[in-house]
């Protein structure tokens, strides 16, 4: 049932909600992107430890993600003169230049719209939420973590080298999976094609649904 509490969330393989807010780098909208993959990321606030340690997580890999065509946007509820004071206080105390916008969602029009309010969590804040959207505005992945916890930011490099190589070459990737290693073929559909997989010798096949090959 939904209520007043309850935050609407976006789905998997569906338009990513639409937007246009002021950032440290002006305004910008979802459709800015269309072309490029984009990391989209929340942090509670500004000026808290861990949320620091994944911005200059997040800035030290922006050249690696841009090697993947992948854009990066930071929000959380603050205002833009909070996030300015906080991108200028990390360069001041840590040396990290952070490369990318951070939006301003003071009336957290985006942060509801993709379901980054959690009140058991969190009860004005932005939780730690992650979308991955890719070239044509499809949200392809979002993950959630605890307030107390931050991220691994290499997982999402991880994780957006995986798609692109799935989106590519039509396989899927086994857990772990980094670049360079073997991939899961997808699944025979009938059994003539079981059977021909299983003697070709074509793929590394375990039973007839598992098998995998390098690219």
């Known amino acids: 049932m939904n209520n007043s509490m309850t935050p609407s969330m976006p789905h998997l393989n569906e338009p990513a909600p639409e937007f246009t807010a002021p ?5 910008r909208k979802l459709s800015d992107y269309k072309g490029k993959w984009l990391v989209l990321f929340s942090h509670p606030a500004d000026f808290t430890p861990v949320c620091t340690t994944e911005f200059m997580a997040f800035a030290n890999a922006a050249p690696d993600f841009a090697k993947l065509d992948c854009e990066l946007l930071g929000l959380s509820i603050d205002s833009t003169h909070s996030h300015i004071a906080w991108v200028r206080n990390i360069k001041e105390k840590f ?3 952070i490369p990318f916008p ?3 969602d003071l009336k957290m029009e985006v942060a509801s719209a993709y379901g980054m309010i959690h009140p058991g969590a969190a009860d004005t804040s932005a939780v730690r939420a992650t979308f991955i959207i890719d070239p044509d505005g499809v949200l392809r992945a979002m993950v959630y973590y605890p307030m107390s916890n931050g991220r691994s930011i290499a997982e999402f490099l991880r994780l957006l080298s995986a798609l692109q190589t799935s989106d590519q070459h039509g396989v899927a990737t ?3 999976w980094q670049p360079g290693d073997k991939v899961i073929v997808p699944p025979a559909k009938t059994v003539a094609e079981a059977n021909a997989r299983m ?3 074509e793929y590394e096949c ?3 649904y598992f098998c995998k090959k390098a690219l």
């Open 23 to 27: 950032t440290t780098h002006g305004e």
């Open 174 to 176: 086994p857990e772990g």
């Open 199 to 201: 003697e070709s010798g």
């Open 95 to 97: 040396g990290v230049d």
């Open 206 to 208: 375990t039973d007839f």
């Open 102 to 104: 951070i939006i301003a």
